[in-house]
C-alpha cells in the first residue's frame, strides 16, 4: 500500500480555512486533523496557548506550538500516512513561522531548525494558502479578547498575513493560494482544481 498525501490548510483567522479542510478531508476521505490541540496532550497546550490571561514570551509561545507538533506528527499524521491514508490538516509548522516568527518576531532561523526537531521528514505534498485581507476577516467574526491570538492588535495579524503570503511567493510549487475573499463555493472550486492534479495515494 503506497503512502498518503499530506495536504495543508493554512491562513489567518476567518479565511475559511478550516470550512475547507474538512469538506476536502470529507471529499477524499482523508483524516481531517488540526494543530494545535489534536492529541490528548495537545488539548492541554492548546488551553495554555490560547489563554490570553497566562503570561508567555514569543519563544515559550513558539516552542510549545513545536511540542505540539512535534507529539502530533508522531501519534497522528506519520502513522496515518503510513498506514495509506491521506491527512488534510487545518495549520502546520507554517502557523509557527508566520504567527511566531512575522507576528511576533522571533527569529526565522531559529523556528526554522526547531521545526527541523520537531517533526523530521514529515512535510505538506501541498499547502493550500486562503488569503484573507484583515477588513474582510474582521466583518466575518467577533474577536475573542480571551484568546491570546484573536486579542492581538491589527499589526499584528498583517504581519502574519503577509508572512504567509511571502512564504508562499518563495515556494510556488508547494504552495497554492486561493483568494479567501471569493464565496465558499467559489474557494472550493478553485482548490478541487489545483487537488485534480495531484494523486491521493503513492507508492
Wanted: net charge negative.
Amino acid at each position: 500500500m503506497g503512502r498518503g498525501l499530506f495536504l495543508v490548510f493554512e491562513g489567518i483567522d476567518a479565511s475559511g480555512k478550516s470550512t475547507q479542510a474538512r469538506r476536502v478531508a470529507e471529499r477524499y476521505d482523508a483524516l481531517f486533523t488540526f494543530e494545535p490541540g489534536d492529541t490528548p496532550l495537545g488539548v492541554e497546550l492548546r488551553r495554555w496557548l490560547l489563554d490570553a490571561a497566562t503570561p508567555m514570551t514569543p519563544a515559550t509561545e513558539a516552542l510549545l506550538m513545536l511540542a505540539d507538533r512535534s507529539h502530533h506528527v508522531r501519534s497522528v499524521i506519520e502513522p496515518t500516512l503510513a498506514s495509506g491514508r491521506s491527512v488534510v490538516s487545518d495549520r502546520f509548522f507554517a502557523s509557527t513561522l508566520a504567527y511566531q516568527g512575522y507576528g511576533r518576531g522571533v527569529d526565522l532561523a531559529d523556528l526554522m531548525a526547531a521545526t527541523e526537531l520537531a517533526i523530521g521528514d514529515c512535510r505538506a505534498d501541498l499547502t493550500i494558502l486562503i488569503d484573507l485581507a484583515l477588513d474582510t476577516a474582521n466583518e466575518r467574526r467577533a474577536r475573542n479578547h480571551e484568546d491570546r491570538f484573536e486579542s492581538a492588535d491589527l499589526n499584528f495579524h498583517e504581519r502574519v498575513r503577509q508572512g504567509y503570503l511571502e512564504m508562499a511567493a518563495n515556494d510556488t510549487q508547494g504552495w497554492f493560494v486561493v483568494d479567501g475573499a471569493s464565496s465558499e463555493d467559489e474557494v472550493a472550486a478553485i482548490i478541487e482544481e489545483r487537488l485534480a492534479r495531484l494523486t491521493w495515494s503513492r507508492d
